[in-house]
């Protein structure tokens, strides 16, 4: 097979249809770069989840010396008082399961999150010692729902400083990540119908405006896959150049705000990284190149039948 | 070569049938008069010879083979073996001579070597030896024919297809073009040309299959135009 005529008509027909090419290459761009954040919007819900721990426990945190609650009169909380609270938790009937966090671990995962630049804030930060921390249970629940029973169960005992249920915190922030992924995908989709309809379209022109050569390769008995491959390198070449801007895209907010600013500044929770990105953009490509060869593999069949 | 065995076949949306039980046994060599008045079926007779219509009954066979229930990935094979040329001839506008007759051969991806040795080969074959800078508007209309023969021949087909080869040319040009399909009928291709025009007919003494309706209404070794019953 002679590729010296595929590549020339492929180049043909890009130069021919250019303002279709480039309407092209703009919606597949923008589309898929909104399929890539919204990946990384998921990856990042994901990630939040995981970090935060289950979204189906509550913490009951024990006093130290600084807490400030009713139920922390004697400072720590002692021995005995912790024995009622285990009683509690191994006997109340809709408790799964718990584990234990000491305050070492607590201060291992603040000194994870509490991070800073800035010469103050480091200071500060260094005066915080492991005796600031407070133990705490991690408690599993049988039925989400029903998490008042232990709450109240626990939350009134001594040497109980709080019982904090994680849902009242995590699940605004994760709801608005849901929203900002859902969002993304839901025009991304619309994008991606318009990309689709643009290949036919394309496809059709090119094919209109090459039916002179397509008659007579078919009546020479050229194959299928002959006639049709400058087509399929057209959207192919369409789609790698809005592959290609939307890793440029997704990169750039990687780079200028996932790693320039969220990931330095904000310790929340772990932020997405270059892995999740590169997971994203790879699922992005596929995605990509599936739209537009799909669509093409379709209208031209319909197109340049024998 | 080429057998119509009951061939049949309705258009869609046509009450009227284009080819009604045609029986027709065309041998390898021959050179066949395909006439009858416009809307007899001799376009359709064409088109399924060439596989771009199938028949709604009967069996179409083609160089041995029975091509109404081929595959469509092997289509490109059948029309491998043959050649064919329009009354409008079909070159395409933005290529030389040399290179309308080097497609036929570039898109069914034959070497370099083997184009660059046919394609002189054929232009001179057909009248044209040092034409074949020129481009498709710069020479006449029979030359243009000539050049449509030879992209039709230069993959050297069992079979030649003409329908209404002449159709845009002079009588005088007409003869030319006439000698020249006889020529590579000689060669042992066999040649199948539809027409309306009565003095070739006349003049060349081959079969000639009359098509009315849709029906073989005659079917005549040496014959003539206008033969009545």
């Known amino acids: ?306 | 070569m080429i057998r119509f065995e009951n061939v049949s076949t309705t258009y869609p949306g046509q009450n009227r049938a284009a080819l009604g039980n045609v029986n027709v046994d065309i041998e390898k060599g021959e050179f066949v008069f395909l006439v009858g008045a416009s809307g007899s079926g001799k376009s359709t007779f064409l088109r399924l010879v060439l596989r771009e219509a199938r028949p709604n009954h009967g069996r179409v066979y083609v160089a041995g083979k029975e091509i109404n229930r081929m595959a469509s990935w092997k289509v490109p094979a059948l029309r491998r073996k043959i050649g064919t040329v329009f009354q409008d001839f079909r070159l395409l506008p933005n290529k030389t001579v040399a290179e309308n007759v080097a497609f036929a051969l570039q898109v069914i991806g034959k070497p370099k070597s083997h184009i660059n040795l046919v394609v002189p080969e054929t232009l001179e074959l057909v009248g044209l030896e040092g034409k074949g800078d020129r481009m498709p508007d710069e020479i006449s209309g029979g030359e243009q024919q000539r050049v449509a023969i030879a992209r039709a021949f230069v993959n050297r087909p069992q079979i030649l297809i003409a329908d209404e080869p002449t159709g845009n040319l002079d009588p005088e040009t007409s003869v030319g073009i006439m000698k020249l399909l006889d020529r590579i009928n000689r060669t042992g291709t066999t040649v199948l040309m539809a027409t309306h025009d009565a003095g070739i007919v006349d003049q060349m003494r081959k079969r000639v299959i009359e098509l009315s309706d849709g029906t073989v209404v005659r079917d005549q070794s040496r014959g003539v135009y206008g033969f009545q019953h």
């Open chain 1, 1 to 306: 097979m002679q590729l010296k005529y595929v590549f020339s008509e492929t180049g043909n027909g890009l130069k021919r249809n250019v303002s279709m090419t480039i309407a092209l290459v703009v919606t597949i761009f923008i589309s898929l770069t909104l399929v890539g954040l919204g990946l990384l919007l998921n990856a990042q819900a994901n990630k939040a989840e995981d970090y935060w721990g289950s979204k189906l426990q509550i913490s009951v945190v024990l006093c130290n010396q600084n807490s400030r609650s009713p139920h922390c009169t004697s400072g720590e909380t002692n021995p005995a008082q912790q024995a009622a609270i285990v009683d509690i938790l191994n006997t109340h009937p809709e408790v799964a399961s718990y584990s234990y966090e000491t305050k070492a671990q607590a201060f291992k995962t603040w000194k994870k999150i509490y991070v800073s630049k800035d010469a103050e804030e480091r200071q500060i930060y260094a005066a915080v010692t492991e005796n600031d921390m407070q133990n705490s249970y991690r408690v599993t629940l049988k039925d989400p729902q029903q998490y008042r029973g232990v709450e109240s169960a626990l939350s009134g005992m001594d040497g109980v400083d709080k019982v904090n249920d994680l849902r009242d915190v995590l699940q605004p922030i994760l709801t608005t990540f849901n929203k900002m992924k859902w969002g993304a995908l839901v025009v991304a989709a619309f994008l991606l119908l318009a990309a689709v309809l643009q290949v036919s379209n394309a496809i059709r022109l090119a094919a209109f405006a090459r039916r002179k050569e397509i008659g007579i390769m078919r009546l020479v008995g050229a194959s299928n896959l002959y006639i049709s491959l400058p087509f399929l390198m057209e959207t192919l070449v369409a789609a790698v150049i809005g592959v290609a801007g939307a890793a440029l895209a997704v990169g750039g907010v990687m780079y200028f705000f996932v790693y320039g600013n969220l990931r330095p500044d904000l310790h929340v929770v772990e932020w997405v990284s270059w892995r999740d990105a590169g997971t994203a953009l790879a699922e992005v490509a596929a995605l990509g190149i599936l739209a537009t060869l799909i669509p093409t593999l379709v209208t031209t069949r319909k197109y340049l039948k024998v």
